[in-house]
């Protein structure tokens, strides 16, 4: 057994939750007004995939839309509950990955913001993860998911830093391990390193692997997985049909039965 087969995939472990908490902070980021406007009409619950520290979860409940989430990570739903506790909420959180869910209940929309999707590096697992998506929704209900398009596929992270409240550098290096083009796929293994007074005090390797996908082939994914009236769009502007250059690609798609 190699050193590469003890390390988990896409774990998200304490280091890399905090690290994820500064670079993403709660309200920050731009995705929030197009979920706000486009769940607002929603008559019903939401469920967020993947909602890692709660960096739009919070805004969306503050905007008064009744969303709960999923994550695999321990780590980062502890961050969640703590910052969503800081603001007066008390979300209900759940530990289950995209290839378990079972919630036993139904939304009237599920969202998975972030590229999170991507983290479902078999084709066969994210087949089974949007029919699982689809269970989980009352007919009618909408699926949103955001995909980066096929140019990210030959992207690299640079090197990356950022100061913890107690004054700690954390750092991020990322290499790229494997690449499969024919399976769409990649892997990287990041090295999270906590610094103090000059000294590196903690360090954290983990393991992320990806799916890119193809604008039609998810179109198509959607449809064989029951899903109809899919429309995408993208950066984020509804009705804006996708073109070179955009930076992410947005879908949409409703439970018809």
Known sequence: MTAQDTLATNRYGRLCAEVYDLDKPTGALFDIPYY????????????????GTGRLMIPLLEAGIAVEGFDHSPEMLAICG?????????????????????LGRRFAAI????????????????????GRLRDHLEPGGRLLVDLPPMSA???????????????DLLTLRSSRAETDVI??????????ERWRDGR??????????????????????LGAAGFAEITVCANYRPGR?????????????????
């Open 36 to 51: 706000i406007a486009r769940l607002r009409e929603r008559d019903g619950p939401v469920l967020e995939a993947a909602v």
């Open 241 to 257: 049909a996708p073109r070179a250059g955009d930076q992410i690609l947005n879908f949409e798609a409703v439970r018809t039965a």
């Open 200 to 221: 590196l005090v903690e360090t954290e390797i983990e393991r992320f692997a990806y799916r890119l996908w193809g604008m039609e082939e998810f179109r198509f994914a």
């Open 111 to 130: 969202i998975v913001p972030a590229s999170s999707f991507m983290l479902l590096d078999r084709f066969d697992e994210a087949l089974e993860a949007l």
């Open 82 to 102: 703590e910052r969503a506790a800081a603001r007066g909420l008390a979300p209900t959180l759940t530990q289950a990955r995209f290839q378990d869910l079972a």
């Open 153 to 167: 596929f030959d992207g690299q992270a640079p090197e990356r830093s950022w100061t913890a409240v107690n004054g």
């Open 183 to 192: 399976g769409q796929r990649r892997v990287h293994h990041d090295r999270y």
